[in-house]
């Protein structure tokens, strides 16, 4: 690896300082450094790595950016929890180190494609990481909506909405909202209602090849579509919003000596009290 592309969290002075003493460093082992900024440069580079300075926001906002790209992705955490970038500045440069040896593990992540329809017109198209969510927005009130899957009917809901996750999202949103955590290795989405009105609607899992179609059946102006928590798209009454897998992958540097048991005890504090 001898181009090394740096994207850094927008306005933190964690991801300045780090960057301050990560470019030397790079550049005393003769690496070319290029340092990214996704809302300025719209094609993804030429390199053979790219290290994220920030959280696992900025690494969704990446993933969404580079969807396409089978380039190396080496996450370091400068935010709070941290389960996606789970690299610490303090391990960083241990974990370079290996990197640059290739001794690490590749660590695909599937992606989801959405498309909002609006009769027989696609009105949004979208790549997301971890999640996508459609809600009642900000009134305080339910909505409706029906869910098919591969064409087939499933149910009728009324809640403040329903989580539609890749294996990898299941421990962001969809778990606060009682969905199950599902190990990434394993290719699956699942769909979780949010504050169902009715309490047998309860989350599934479901094969990753399946089209999931979400139709809005709520007269009232509000309801929205949140893509990785980042991105919002206003729904009208009888729009589909139609899921199925992306063709991309997240590409995740993952260091061999850690596992995601231990990610999710350390991360998440799994299992906590019960030695």
Request: include cysteine; hydrophobic fraction near 40%.
């Amino acid at each position: 690896m001898n181009k090394i592309g740096i994207i850094l969290k927008l306005d933190s002075p964690e991801a300045e300082t780090a960057l301050e003493k990560l470019i030397p460093w790079l550049s005393d082992r003769k690496k070319k450094v290029l340092v990214i900024n996704p809302k300025k440069d719209k094609r993804v580079p030429h390199v053979d790595m790219i290290i994220v300075l920030g959280g696992d926001g900025t690494l969704l906002y990446v993933a969404r950016w580079m969807a396409g790209s089978a380039i190396p992705v080496l996450a370091v955490n400068l935010g709070n929890l941290g389960f996606l970038t789970e690299v610490t500045v303090d391990d960083l440069y241990p974990n370079l180190e290996l990197v640059l040896k290739h001794e690490y593990t590749n660590d695909p992540r599937r992606m989801l494609r959405c498309d909002i329809l609006r009769g027989k017109k696609t009105v949004h198209t979208s790549t997301v990481l971890n999640d996508l969510a459609v809600n009642k927005g900000s009134f305080a009130r339910l909505i409706r909506m029906e869910i098919m899957v591969d064409h087939q009917f499933v149910t009728a809901l009324r809640g403040d909405g329903l989580i539609v996750s890749s294996a990898t999202g299941s421990t962001a949103y969809t778990l606060s909202s009682g969905g199950p955590i599902v190990h990434p290795s394993v290719d699956a989405m699942t769909l979780t209602p949010i504050s169902p009105h009715i309490l047998t609607n309860r989350p599934i899992v479901i094969p990753m090849s399946s089209y999931v179609e979400v139709v809005l059946r709520s007269k009232e102006a509000g309801p929205v579509v949140t893509f990785d928590g980042q991105e919002v798209v206003p729904l009208e009454m009888n729009d589909h919003v139609c899921v199925r897998t992306s063709a991309h992958s997240l590409h995740l540097i993952r260091s061999n000596n850690r596992n995601y048991y231990q990610t999710l005890r350390e991360k998440l504090q799994w299992g906590s009290g019960l030695n």
